[in-house]
């Protein structure tokens, strides 16, 4: 690279090779002679960019290959840590933080670390690419459940081996559910979880009590009637639904197919199931609940993730599928405050008196955060030993207190028995019945063709009331295509 | 690019300055190529090569495998464009789709900025008590970021709770639960919220071309009875034509280009009529990680926008080699 | 002979109800500009749940003002974005005059060409050069040891590069709607050509430059995409560190943003009511030429 840039100096500023070129070029007049100067530049930039290219790339192999130091003392470093943001508690995000760097810099003298936050799951994204594609980005990455499987097939972090997981108090510490989703087998994990996201059904128990309904359903036949009593069809609803958004359409489908044995991507990982009789079974259920069951208002077809949290948060919503405890917060805030719960939800499918065969039970998918050690970080074992503070049990319960998330360690909660305390039992139980989603790095494009699809259908709904299943099967169909397409 | 040549015949326009000879051509004054260097190399570097880097990208399947060393991503060849352009590729439907959208989306806005903003920059133009506060406060659309005024616009047009709808039912005009968020009605709230956030744009440019008419062309033209609309229509928009044209491609572009704004007020999986390019390239190349894909619709959406822009620079040319 | 606007002698009573119809149509504009920025401002002084979701206040939540200052290092980035805007606004205005100049004074082989890819580089999504740009960075930042990504100068060459394109070509019109004649002169009487254009061509472009300086200043301004690869939490924009009151799973702070966003804006109002004296300063400038 040093030979391309300093060849691209070399021509722009050579000006006897410029004058040279003018002279064989035009020697006609002045205005001619810089005329082919002029060009000469043009010719020079893309000469340039031409050899920068290959230059860029070679360089970009070099740069990466730095090997992992593996020095038995550390040397003291600033690591950098990127994480995402708690909008709901910033003060308390910033606080958990400088008790993580005093443990940190008292544990590991001279040491220290440099935080960043991303607030979507757009900027996480672009983050990964960009570091991964350049090779340079912070030591320590956070990261969705989801995107960990992205991660992972980049190639581009570290496995975390058995001793590192020694270190960190071994695998045994943690969560169980929360390890099925830090990498594709149990000696190829790259993620440490760091906080969990279980997924239970959140239930108005005034709207409950007013339309005389003891007990929160436990099958989807039971929830729909449940539903229908909450619902006057104007401004008071069952349930709320966001097909508008990018990522819960996937959500709700994928826990419809598990709890009806069904998947949504084959065991290679390489064909998408989006067309199967059951995945457009599963899709016509959710949005049945806005087009037939009339358990939802049309008004959701615009809806995304907030807008739902917010709809319950307004006290007029019977149940909240699948919800995570982000939306606590708001609840607590709204007229919902007090008179909501979190409970386990249905299991058994639409239709049907029991689970079916190889159903799972599913609350949720695994969900949360993880840590992973970046690959060309120069500074791999102390971006452990950063990573084993911020999983110490003390640090977890500071992040359940501060944050309200879930502690994935389990001396947390044995520790600490509040943290499994109203609403956070329910949740606790929920989160042993989560079950993790394929781990493929197709998983990524699955969800986002699947929401396409969805909510091409969920416009349809909103403008007309209703659709029609030859055009979801359709619009599934060629998301499978699209899927298919992009795998290969 | 004032030139008799250029000046209207129903007007005599005095002070117009005159060239006797064709610039640079045969003068002694050399060019001074040294001014434009650093600008061209920083193009160079920050724009041209990237877009080369992006056409090789193009041609690979660069994804979430291979990004880690994205040097050995495999060579596909045409393959992406395949997939975009023939009718039977996957994601051709999809595609066609997002030009239309687009296309729809920067000729609406632009048809709607044009009168707008001119209007403005000929009113702001003139005397007027307190102009230098309005002609700032013009400008506020314009610092509002992009970010927010999707936001804000996707709260007004809301169905059920937003601004739009609470003010239809109020005045009896609509239902309080219209969708302007999703189906075809999705379109217009996109272009109203870009037309009022833009306009300023053209509207500065107008401006900044109206400085350049010497005020005693009005007084020459108002004693040949041409103000008002004749004086406009036969003195100013002549003299400030190739402004406006530039800005009329300028804001075609860039509205094709405007990602933020449908992205933040429609997210990931938008409703086809808003889909527009450079959302669905970004959806394919950061959410889905197909970033070869991504690239070979970048360099479709390249193709096209560079249609009016030739056009604008062959239109441009004739005025300035007039002889 | 000098002008203060462009000037027009008609009868006083003709002239008046000019102004009234101007006043009016002056209202008009403002009310266009300012009713979506009323609703900023309601949606700021509601709380944050039922905040977007009614038109009116219940009651009026002040506390927002407060509150977006530690949601968000909000002054920090307002800071960041101010330095690194105006740094962009100047150096683009600055670098693309020369090469409008000559663009706009000199017919060369590659004129069009160049002028051609200018425009077709305002076509290139900004999507397409986010990844290779950053490597190229990063490429930079190893090989000649600069500090790129993370850094004021880095975002401000990128801004100021993107903004080069549309800076050239308006000023290349703007300067080639100038009259030569002073230039050739002051040439043929021994001036430098940097001379000329310091003295001579800049304080009559100083319009145009208003407008690619408030041009290049927005785009940096209003940029998410870079910004969010290549800043550090010491040098993020507004931009982006807006986008940290929405955050995913979370009650988007729809208050706090309306609030913030308001904030911001008010510092750049500011500036370019500075700003638009320099337009009517050109002008005067630019009449003196009659």
Known sequence: MTVALAATARLVDDKALIQGLGRREGMIDVGQSTMTRRRFLEVAGVGAAAVAMPGVMAACAQTGSTPATTSSKLSPATLSLFIS???????????????????????????????????????????????????????????????????????????????????????????????????????????????????????????????????????????????????????????????????????????????????????????????????????????????????????????????????????????????????????????????????????????????????????????????????????????????????????????????????????????????????????????????????????????????????????????????????????????????????? | MITPERAPSAVAVPHAPVRARRPARGSPLRAPYWMMTPSVALLALIVFLPILIAFYISLTGLNQYTIGDWLRAPFVGLRHYMDTLEPQGPFASSLFNSVKASLAFSLLTTALIMPIALGAALLFNQSLPGRAFFRAMMLIPYIIPTFVNAILWRLVFMNGTGVVDQLLSALHLGSRETFWLIGPNSLWAMVIADVWAAWPFVYLMSLAALQTIPGELYDAATIDGANGPRGFLYVTLPLIRSTLGLAVVLSTINHFNNFTLPYVMFGISPPEQVNVLPLNIFVNSFVTFNFGLGAAMSVVALAIMLTPAVLYLRAARVGDESR | MIVAAPARRPRTARRSRGVAWRYAAAMGYLAFVLLPVLYMVLVSLQDSVSAGTVLLPKSIHWQTFAEMWSTVDLGVYLRNSLLIAILTGVCASVLALGAAYVVARFRFRFRNPFRISLLATQAVPGVLLLLPLFVIYVVIQHTLAI?????????????????????????????????????????????????????????????????????????????????????????????????????????????????????????????????????????AAGSTKG
């Open chain 1, 85 to 488: 943001k708690d909008t709901a508690h910033p003060q308390q995000q910033s606080q958990l933080m400088d008790l993580i760097k005093q443990t940190f810099e008292k544990q590991n003298p001279g040491s220290s670390f440099t935080w960043d936050t991303y607030a979507s799951a757009a900027e996480e994204q672009t983050k990964l690419e960009t570091g991964v594609a350049a090779r340079e980005g912070p030591d320590v990455f956070e990261f969705g459940s989801t995107v960990v499987p992205t991660a992972y097939a980049s190639g581009a972090f570290e496995t975390i081996t058995n001793s590192m997981w020694d270190e960190l108090g071994g695998k045994k510490a943690f969560f169980q559910p929360q390890l099925a989703m830090s990498g594709p087998s149990s000696d190829k994990l790259i993620g440490v979880p760091w906080s969990g996201n279980p997924y239970a059904l959140v239930i108005n128990k005034a709207m409950f009590q007013a339309a005389g309904i003891k007990s929160p359903p436990k099958t989807w036949n039971e929830f729909v009637d449940a539903a229908k009593a909450m619902s006057n069809g104007k401004d008071s609803w069952g349930t709320a639904m966001a097909p508008a958004d990018g990522f819960d359409p996937w959500h709700k489908i994928w826990l419809f197919a598990t709890q009806m044995g069904a998947q949504l991507m084959d065991d290679t990982g390489k064909k998408g199931l989006l067309d199967s009789e059951a995945s457009v079974q599963a899709c016509a259920f959710w949005l049945d609940w806005m087009a037939n069951f009339k358990i939802a208002s049309r008004q959701c077809a615009t809806y995304k993730g907030a807008d739902e949290i917010k709809a319950f948060a307004s006290g007029n919503i019977g149940m909240q599928v699948m919800t995570g405890p982000g939306g606590i917060p708001t609840y607590d805030q709204g007229a919902v405050a007090g008179k909501y719960e979190y409970v386990v939800g249905p299991t058994v499918p639409y239709g049907m008196s029991s689970l079916p065969a190889k159903a799972k039970p599913a609350q949720g998918f695994v969900s949360g955060q993880y840590l992973t050690i970046f690959k060309y970080s120069k500074n791999k074992e102390l971006a452990l030993q950063l990573i084993k503070v911020m999983t110490s049990p003390d640090i977890q319960y500071q992040l359940f207190k501060l944050r309200a998330q879930q502690p994935v360690v389990l001396e947390t909660f044995s520790k600490h028995p509040e943290a499994k305390v109203a609403p956070w039992d329910a949740l606790y139980d929920a989160e042993l019945k989560s079950y993790p989603t394929p781990f493929f790095g197709s998983w990524l494009q699955l969800e986002v063709v699947l929401g396409k699809a969805i909510n091409t259908i969920a416009q349809q709904i909103g403008v007309t009331g209703t659709y029609s299943k030859d055009a979801l099967k359709a619009a599934l169909t060629q998301a499978n295509q699209q899927l298919a397409a992009s795998i290969t």
């Open chain 3, 147 to 283: 500090h790129i990504v993370g850094s004021y100068f880095g975002v401000v060459l990128t801004y100021m590069t993107f903004a080069l394109p549309f800076a050239i070509w308006m000023l290349s019109v703007y300067v080639a709607s100038l009259p030569k004649e002073i230039e050739e002169q002051a040439l043929v009487d021994g001036a430098h050509r940097y001379e000329v254009l310091r003295y001579v061509t800049f304080p009559l472009a100083v319009p145009g430059l208003v407008v690619t300086f408030i041009f290049s200043f927005l785009l940096a301004w209003n940029d998410v995409l870079f910004a969010s690869v290549l800043t550090s939490p010491s040098t993020r924009t507004i931009g982006v560190g807006l986008q940290n009151y929405i955050a995913d799973n979370t009650l988007p702070l729809w208050n706090q943003l309306m609030a913030a966003s308001i904030i911001s804006a008010v510092p750049a109002v500011v500036l370019f009511m500075i700003v638009q004296k320099w337009i009517v300063a050109g002008l």
